[in-house]
């Protein structure tokens, strides 16, 4: 499985920015995929995942702001982000695992197969 994270850039606070996240495979829609995000000197922090049905999961820092969505006729995976905030600057990674059960979702070692990150830096 192969990841390809795209769509970060330079924005203001308050706007909005959609991430793209292309996994390669036959077996995509077996897989949850998350978001991670690391800034720079912290840890990689969970930001949102969705599973094989669809259900979702949000870090408290992005509820209300950020929505994750897939396209299983593409395998495709989206981050919107909304109202973004100068603290959501950072690389931005997606990542899948092959798991029905959404819990342990949050934790970045669950996940075995990671793509390279994109960057969102948001000014004030």
């Known amino acids: 499985v192969q990841l390809q994270a795209s769509g970060g850039g330079l924005v203001e606070a308050g706007t909005s920015l959609r991430l793209s996240c292309a996994v390669s495979g036959r077996t995509f829609s077996t897989y949850i995929v998350g978001w991670f995000r690391q800034a720079p000197g912290k840890e990689r922090e969970f930001v949102a995942a969705?599973?094989?049905?669809?259900?979702?999961t949000y870090a408290d820092s992005v509820k209300g702001r950020f929505t994750i969505s897939k396209d299983n006729a593409k395998n495709m995976v989206y981050l919107q982000m909304e109202s973004l905030k100068p603290e959501d600057t950072a690389v931005y990674h997606c990542a899948a695992r092959q798991s029905n059960i959404m819990g342990r979702s949050t934790i970045p070692s669950r996940y075995p197969y990671w793509g390279q990150g994109t960057l969102v830096t948001v000014s004030s």
């Open positions: 969705v599973g094989r049905s669809g259900s979702s």
